[in-house]
């Protein structure tokens, strides 16, 4: 159902608001209630080139500020998502499906603080002189721009993701050009509008609203494009390695972490850090619990408190203050949560809570908070990412292959470890083949600034977002060397 105000989104391409040359468009629904809550533009190749060609402008304009100019758009930026915020949250809660106060907006706050954080790392930015051999030589190294900067984001934090990218992109000097997750294309345009309204010069961002398989890989693609930045799934980021092979990439991809409690942790706080990394976003998360790994001597407090927290959480629209966890975001979501379900129950596991659709509800994406104990090794919850409400509990009988075990999985991207024991935070913490190892904090805690990516070797993707690591990703080594004789 829709209505005459039904809002329209658009392009953003060479300072302009466009539609897509095609003329086609699609419409947007809520997951929690069904409803239409906008029309958008449905762009494909021709648009992105139309971008890409902007985009180098837009560059080459940026290019010639000064680290400081650069910093003041970034501020420019953040000081319009404040006035707003409150948009931005209901937008994020309605398109994505997220609960309103206890995460859209703390997502929002936390895309504000990436382009003040931006805004600050540039300006003390450096380079070096490097001692020459040769006598009568200066050498210096300075960091440059990559040039245009293809973006390609997905749904899960529709706010928060494409700021790790635009901000530093921005601040360095890249022109732009981003293609977001087709479901989230509001999110997308709402943020645009706070770009556009901090007055960049034309062609510095430009936003494609369009199929990541036409728009986004011919950003991914096209000569043009200078170095990609993706954030999506494992087999999204092989076609995007693929496609744009050769060019500076950065892939943040998928994790199945696990939190691994020991014999001598903190129960208690460990159940409950597990249980706020399983159900956070409806368990959306790259950086969710995806695994409990514990031994028998826990297991039993552990279930306990993970179906207690899961029994306590307030499902419901997202608009609502009281919400808690909100609806899958697509019907994919649901088709894999049960698939995964179905599969360790038959592999013998014991459903400790829910395991189902939850009734009455406005739309079909409300998934029951849902515990699986003795969950077997070798069901596909816990080798695969399941991107739902799971908490899958994993007994051992000892640490002894913990680590082992911990590290057999194909992904490598958030882990937790829950001990007393600092030999034992230093063994695991060394030895876990995962980008981050939290030691007695949810698999999810991160801060913007702090390097955060896959584990060589995994399918969690290559590079490092956050921080000073982001704005290394967003630019290049020049080298200049002088002859002074
Ligand atoms: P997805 O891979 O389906 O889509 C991600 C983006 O890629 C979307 O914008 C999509 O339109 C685009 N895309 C799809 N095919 C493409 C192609 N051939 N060429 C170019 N672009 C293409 O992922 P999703 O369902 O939107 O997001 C969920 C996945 O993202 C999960 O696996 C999750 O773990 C991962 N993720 C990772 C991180 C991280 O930081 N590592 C953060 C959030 C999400």
């Given at each position: 159902?829709?209505?005459?105000?039904?809002?329209?989104?658009?392009?953003?391409?060479?300072?302009?608001?466009?539609?897509?040359?095609?003329?086609?468009?699609?419409?947007?629904?809520?997951?929690?209630?069904n409803l239409i809550l906008a029309t958008?533009?449905?762009?494909?190749?021709?648009?992105?080139?139309?971008?890409?060609?902007?985009?180098?402008?837009?560059?080459?304009?940026?290019?010639?500020?000064?680290?400081?100019?650069?910093?003041?758009?970034?501020?420019?930026?953040?000081?319009?998502?404040?006035?707003?915020?409150?948009?931005?949250?209901?937008?994020?809660?309605?398109?994505?499906?997220?609960?309103?106060?206890?995460?859209?907006?703390?997502?929002?706050?936390?895309?504000?603080?990436?382009?003040?954080?931006?805004?600050?790392?540039?300006?003390?930015?450096?380079?070096?002189?490097?001692?020459?051999?040769?006598?009568?030589?200066?050498?210096?190294?300075?960091?440059?721009?990559?040039?245009?900067?293809?973006?390609?984001?997905?749904?899960?934090?529709?706010?928060?993701?494409?700021?790790?990218?635009?901000?530093?992109?921005?601040?360095?000097?890249?022109?732009?050009?981003?293609?977001?997750?087709?479901?989230?294309?509001?999110?997308?345009?709402?943020?645009?509008?706070?770009?556009?309204?901090?007055?960049?010069?034309?062609?510095?961002?430009?936003?494609?609203?369009?199929?990541?398989?036409?728009?986004?890989?011919?950003?991914?693609?096209?000569?043009?494009?200078?170095?990609?930045?993706l954030t999506g799934s494992p087999q999204?980021?092989?076609?995007?390695?693929?496609?744009?092979?050769?060019?500076?990439?950065?892939?943040?991809?998928?994790?199945?972490?696990?939190?691994?409690?020991?014999?001598?942790?903190?129960?208690?706080?460990?159940?409950?850090?597990?249980?706020?990394?399983?159900?956070?976003?409806?368990?959306?998360?790259?950086?969710?619990?995806?695994?409990?790994?514990?031994?028998?001597?826990?297991?039993?407090?552990?279930?306990?408190?993970?179906?207690?927290?899961?029994?306590?959480?307030?499902?419901?629209?997202?608009?609502?203050?009281?919400?808690?966890?909100?609806?899958?975001?697509?019907?994919?979501?649901?088709?894999?949560?049960?698939?995964?379900?179905?599969?360790?129950?038959?592999?013998?596991?014991?459903?400790?809570?829910?395991?189902?659709?939850?009734?009455?509800?406005?739309?079909?994406?409300?998934?029951?908070?849902?515990?699986?104990?003795?969950?077997?090794?070798?069901?596909?919850?816990?080798?695969?990412?399941?991107?739902?409400?799971?908490?899958?509990?994993?007994?051992?009988?000892?640490?002894?292959?913990?680590?082992?075990?911990?590290?057999?999985?194909?992904?490598?991207?958030?882990?937790?470890?829950y001990t007393q024991n600092l030999a034992?935070?230093?063994?695991?913490?060394?030895?876990?083949?995962?980008?981050?190892?939290?030691?007695?904090?949810?698999?999810?805690?991160?801060?913007?600034?702090?390097?955060?990516?896959?584990?060589?070797?995994?399918?969690?993707?290559?590079?490092?977002?956050?921080?000073?690591?982001?704005?290394?990703?967003?630019?290049?080594?020049?080298?200049?060397?002088?002859?002074?004789?």
């Amino acid at each position: 159902m829709s209505t005459s105000n039904t809002p329209h989104m658009q392009n953003f391409i060479d300072g302009a608001w466009c539609d897509a040359r095609s003329g086609k468009s699609v419409k947007a629904k809520s997951p929690s209630t069904n409803l239409i809550l906008a029309t958008v533009t449905s762009s494909d190749r021709v648009d992105s080139q139309n971008a890409i060609v902007a985009a180098q402008k837009g560059h080459e304009i940026l290019a010639k500020m000064t680290n400081w100019e650069r910093s003041s758009l970034c501020n420019r930026v953040a000081d319009e998502m404040v006035k707003r915020r409150d948009l931005l949250a209901q937008t994020l809660a309605e398109e994505q499906g997220k609960p309103i106060a206890s995460e859209a907006y703390p997502e929002v706050d936390a895309a504000i603080a990436g382009f003040r954080n931006a805004a600050e790392m540039v300006k003390w930015m450096e380079g070096s002189v490097i001692p020459a051999e040769t006598p009568g030589k200066r050498v210096i190294s300075i960091r440059q721009p990559r040039g245009v900067y293809g973006i390609i984001t997905p749904w899960n934090f529709p706010i928060n993701i494409p700021v790790e990218y635009l901000a530093p992109c921005l601040a360095a000097g890249n022109g732009v050009v981003w293609v977001p997750s087709p479901s989230t294309a509001i999110c997308a345009a709402r943020l645009m509008e706070c770009i556009v309204a901090a007055g960049l010069p034309d062609g510095a961002i430009n936003l494609v609203l369009g199929p990541g398989q036409s728009a986004g890989d011919e950003v991914v693609s096209n000569p043009g494009t200078h170095g990609i930045g993706l954030t999506g799934s494992p087999q999204t980021g092989k076609i995007v390695a693929q496609r744009g092979a050769g060019k500076p990439m950065l892939l943040e991809l998928g994790g199945n972490g696990p939190l691994i409690v020991l014999d001598d942790a903190d129960v208690a706080k460990a159940a409950d850090a597990a249980a706020f990394g399983f159900y956070f976003n409806a368990g959306q998360v790259c950086a969710a619990t995806g695994r409990v790994l514990v031994t028998r001597k826990n297991y039993d407090e552990v279930a306990e408190r993970i179906t207690a927290y899961a029994n306590n959480l307030v499902v419901n629209d997202p608009l609502a203050n009281s919400t808690t966890m909100g609806p899958l975001h697509n019907a994919g979501g649901i088709l894999k949560t049960t698939q995964h379900i179905e599969d360790a129950l038959t592999k013998g596991a014991d459903l400790l809570s829910g395991g189902k659709l939850l009734a009455g509800q406005k739309s079909d994406l409300f998934f029951a908070p849902t515990v699986l104990g003795n969950v077997s090794e070798d069901a596909l919850i816990n080798i695969d990412e399941t991107f739902g409400p799971v908490a899958p509990i994993v007994v051992y009988e000892d640490e002894a292959g913990l680590l082992q075990a911990a590290n057999s999985a194909s992904q490598g991207l958030a882990t937790s470890v829950y001990t007393q024991n600092l030999a034992k935070a230093f063994q695991f913490g060394e030895g876990l083949q995962s980008g981050l190892v939290n030691i007695n904090s949810p698999t999810c805690y991160w801060e913007l600034h702090i390097p955060f990516g896959g584990a060589a070797g995994k399918d969690s993707g290559v590079g490092r977002i956050g921080g000073i690591s982001m704005l290394n990703e967003v630019t290049q080594v020049k080298t200049i060397t002088f002859d002074i004789t």
